[in-house]
């Protein structure tokens, strides 16, 4: 669909401001018209969601905004097959679930059988009929032990139980590595240099078939998710659904920035979570150690990581993350990204971090040390 924006008008406008409204982002209704008070309360929401903030209604914000109609208690939440009920209220629910120490697994918005699950046992526990949906005297028992009840985070735990029995040889486990954009019209970041015109889908798609050659060399079985020119754009959602039903270890996609000033450059890492402490830690983890090999080897600026709850972060059963390899606007940055030697040294250390994931905290070694020929020997030995 091509994205709603403000000078728009129509009965398409007066549904986002109307949910815009609901969700208080916006005071005044009845209008048609996307002004400028719409794009502001459209920017903050994206903002709330961790989606990209342009004040476009695109795909992604659209199913967000969709799905943010329904708050919790205005509906009876059940699971429902095939098609599973999606909405903010599952999401609050199942943060406060987490919250709680009830496993629903990832706050994905989504009534799958785990939210079932997690809720029978909560009924159980408070002695209410265990029929696993959210009904009125559900909510009543949520609503009465208020904020009071927090527990361990399960779902974190677990991913990291789970994580830690795999082991810590890498041959044979699968890694997903998703070169961003690709397909159709969607290149991403485009920037016209001279005769040249640079663009991110390209470059990152070289960057994952470096990776993949790499990766593949170290024993690991490993995927990507779009070949170098697709006939269709893809979702984070289809990425995200790709990955699971390869049963991934880790997914790492691979992006770069673009911003209106060239003065903007440095490399980002982001993992699944939401602003109030839910967080994958081992996602957490493996962003950290990308993020620290690649300053470290590369030199390049530190953005930091970050939490996010973009759909491929969300909906990915294992631990993922997304790298930001630098700004191709950024004159600093491009220089470095076009040189393939460069994209080298950038495989390099994403090959390191992975390669860290694995290796033993207690025998762990400073960052940007790692031999990976040395490392591997170490793991095949250990394992
Ligand atoms: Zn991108």
């Given at each position: 669909m091509r994205s709603i924006r403000r000078g728009d008008s129509g009965p398409a406008v007066a549904e986002i401001r109307s949910i815009l409204v609901g969700l208080e982002l916006l005071s005044e209704e009845g209008s048609e018209v996307f002004d400028d008070a719409t794009d502001h309360a459209v920017r903050a929401f994206q903002q709330s969601r961790g989606i990209g903030v342009d004040g476009l209604v695109g795909d992604e914000t659209w199913g967000a905004l969709d799905a943010a109609r329904w708050r919790l208690g205005a509906?009876?939440?059940?699971?429902?097959?095939?098609?599973?009920?999606?909405?903010?209220?599952?999401?609050?629910?199942?943060?406060?679930?987490?919250?709680?120490?009830?496993?629903?697994?990832?706050?994905?918005?989504?009534?799958?059988?785990?939210?079932?699950?997690?809720?029978?046992?909560?009924?159980?526990?408070?002695?209410?009929?265990?029929?696993?949906?959210?009904?009125?005297?559900?909510?009543?028992?949520?609503?009465?032990?208020?904020?009071?009840?927090?527990?361990?985070?399960?779902?974190?735990?677990?991913?990291?139980?789970?994580?830690?029995?795999?082991?810590?040889?890498?041959?044979?486990?699968?890694?997903?590595?998703?070169?961003?954009?690709?397909?159709?019209?969607?290149?991403?970041?485009?920037?016209?240099?001279?005769?040249?015109?640079?663009t991110e889908a390209d470059l990152v798609f070289d960057l994952a078939a470096r990776l993949e050659g790499r990766l593949a060399a170290a024993g690991m079985r490993v995927h990507l998710t779009r070949g170098p020119h697709p006939a269709?754009?893809?979702?984070?959602?289809?990425?995200?659904?790709?990955?699971?039903?390869?049963?991934?270890?880790?997914?790492?996609?691979?992006?770069?920035?673009?911003?209106?000033?060239?003065?903007?450059?440095?490399?980002?890492?982001?993992?699944?979570?939401t602003g109030n402490g839910l967080s994958s830690t081992v996602g957490e983890r493996l962003a950290?150690?990308?993020?620290?090999?690649?300053?470290?080897?590369?030199?390049m600026r530190d953005c930091r990581i970050h939490s996010k709850t973009w759909e491929l972060l969300r909906l990915t059963r294992m631990p993922a993350v997304r790298v930001d390899l630098g700004y191709l606007t950024s004159p600093i940055d491009r220089d470095r990204l076009v040189n393939p030697l460069f994209r080298e040294q950038i495989v390099e250390a994403i090959l390191a971090a992975v390669q860290r994931m694995y290796y033993p905290v207690e025998i762990d070694v400073p960052t940007g040390s790692i031999d990976v020929r040395q490392l591997r020997v170490a793991l095949g030995a250990g394992s």
């Open positions: 509906r009876t939440l059940f699971h429902s097959v095939p098609n599973a009920l999606v909405g903010e209220d599952v999401r609050t629910l199942q943060e406060r679930l987490l919250e709680m120490g009830y496993d629903t697994g990832r706050a994905d918005s989504i009534y799958g059988p785990r939210t079932a699950r997690a809720v029978a046992q909560f009924q159980r526990e408070v002695g209410l009929t265990q029929d696993g949906s959210c009904g009125p005297q559900t909510m009543k028992a949520l609503r009465r032990l208020g904020r009071k009840v927090v527990g361990g985070r399960p779902q974190w735990l677990r991913e990291a139980e789970a994580f830690r029995q795999a082991g810590t040889n890498l041959m044979g486990k699968t890694i997903v590595i998703d070169p961003g954009h690709g397909g159709g019209e969607d290149l991403g970041v485009v920037v016209p240099e001279g005769p040249l015109r640079w269709q754009p893809m979702t984070g959602a289809e990425r995200a659904t790709l990955a699971n039903s390869l049963g991934a270890d880790l997914l790492i996609s691979l992006h770069l920035d673009g911003h209106h000033s060239e003065a903007a450059h440095g490399v980002a890492t982001y993992h699944y979570g950290n150690l990308v993020q620290r090999e690649i300053v470290v080897r590369t030199g």
